[in-house]
């Protein structure tokens, strides 16, 4: 009767040690981490105008990764698409300069979405080998597919929809519409990186589905808990904020750095200074507007181009538009050239002086909140409010 009772207490165990091991730290599961970017959108690095946005940026990236190493592992890093520039000059070497960053930082994967398709013949085959990055695209030049495995699990990440693989853990690293990746069946997680944002992973039957953080602001962390056959039993999320607060990493500092160089020399062969010069600056304007000069010296808008200088920026042309007058349109060019079109003078907010000079019958342009958001943003200035600023630079 003892053995009988025995045996009944010791299959008890047995049951509740299956039954609660998932609430409890989740016993002698096997753990990965999969640490996913997308749509980054040639997002390099947060501007700095302002710490409420100021999240995100490779470097931060880098230096998150490496500085929680150990507690992040056994991990995948992946990137779901379309992290590339514009297709513009400074947009293809933002291109190149995320490549070469992702091959320092060590992703596993990263795939080609719309905004990569559209420069694919920029960065052919060879991107992969140059830069230590595996590419997952629909191309005749890259991989559809790639396999890894870690921590004893075969991992199949494609960018293909109909190309999941039995027996092995499917990733799809997609750029569709999220409604229509809930109508796939056939893969354990989809990542999205069509820039929709997901607070958090949703399941589809037996899918993980999550997307990247727009413009690298958050690291997504989604961590899956497996039995001993390789069968996800469980997970859990989290985001991680890349603020000021996280070291950056020297290496990938080092690839950005490069990047502002080539800008600066990409600013002196692209953007040519006009023979004719179609705005004033504010010392022309004294000559008749003496108080109100007096009252804008006052102000942060006459000291733009400092913030910009000590950030190293001053020579970058997305950040020197919004610090100067006229650039790119017949106005500043440079401290060398132009210094007398340096800050935010009057001529930023009421149009180029030149005809007003000629006639002064013909009036300055008005003042409207249209003009002040062509640089004041949601990611450089979230706190705007047109009221509120006038106030400021009211003279």
Same mark, same amino acid.
């Given at each position: ?22 609430? =409890? ?11 996913? =970017? ?260 006052k102000t942060k808008h006459a000291s733009a181009i400092s913030s910009l200088e000590h950030a190293g920026k001053s020579f970058d042309p997305e950040c020197v538009i919004c610090h100067t007058v006229g650039f790119g349109e017949g ?11 340096a800050n935010v003078q009057c001529e930023v907010c009421h149009g180029p002086g030149r005809e007003h000079l000629a006639d002064f ?35």
């Open positions: 009767m003892l053995d009988i009772q025995m045996k009944r207490a010791l299959l008890i165990n047995l049951v509740l040690l299956t039954v609660l091991s998932p609430l =409890t730290g989740h016993g002698q599961q096997r753990v990965l981490n999969i640490l996913y =970017t997308g749509s980054i959108q040639g997002e390099l690095e947060p501007c700095g105008c302002s710490p409420k946005t100021d999240f995100g940026g490779l470097a931060r990236l880098s230096g998150y990764i490496s500085e929680n190493k150990k507690s992040l592992s056994p991990y995948l890093l992946i990137d779901a698409g379309n992290f590339s520039g514009d297709d513009t000059p400074q947009g293809r070497l933002k291109t190149e300069t995320l490549l070469k960053a992702y091959g320092v930082i060590g992703y596993d994967a990263v795939a080609f979405g719309k905004r990569e398709k559209a420069l694919q013949d920029n960065f052919p085959s060879p991107v992969s080998k140059e830069n230590k990055v595996r590419v997952v695209a629909d191309s005749p030049h890259y991989s559809r597919s790639v396999l890894i495995n870690r921590n004893k699990l075969n991992i199949h990440i494609s960018s293909n929809p109909e190309s999941s693989e039995k027996g092995k853990i499917n990733i799809l690293l997609s750029d569709l519409p999220v409604s229509e990746l809930r109508e796939i069946k056939g893969w354990d997680i989809i990542i999205n990186s069509s820039g929709e944002l997901m607070e958090g992973p949703g399941r589809t039957g037996k899918t993980f589905m999550t997307a990247g953080y727009p413009k690298g602001k958050k690291l997504g962390i989604l961590t899956l808990y497996f039995d001993r056959s390789g069968k996800i039993t469980d997970f859990s999320h989290r985001w991680q904020p890349l603020g000021s607060n996280i070291k950056e990493d020297a290496a990938v500092r080092g690839v950005l750095n490069d990047y502002d160089s080539r800008v600066a020399m990409l600013l002196k062969e692209d953007i040519k200074p006009l023979t004719e010069v179609k705005y004033l600056g504010a010392e022309r304007c004294a000559e008749c507007h003496q108080p109100f000069v007096e009252s804008w010296k106005g500043f060019y440079s401290m060398e050239a132009t210094p007398g079109l019958e013909k009036p300055l342009n008005a003042i409207t909140e249209s003009v002040c958001l062509k640089c004041h943003t949601r990611d450089t200035s979230p706190d705007f409010s047109y009221k509120n600023y006038l106030e400021k630079v009211k003279h």
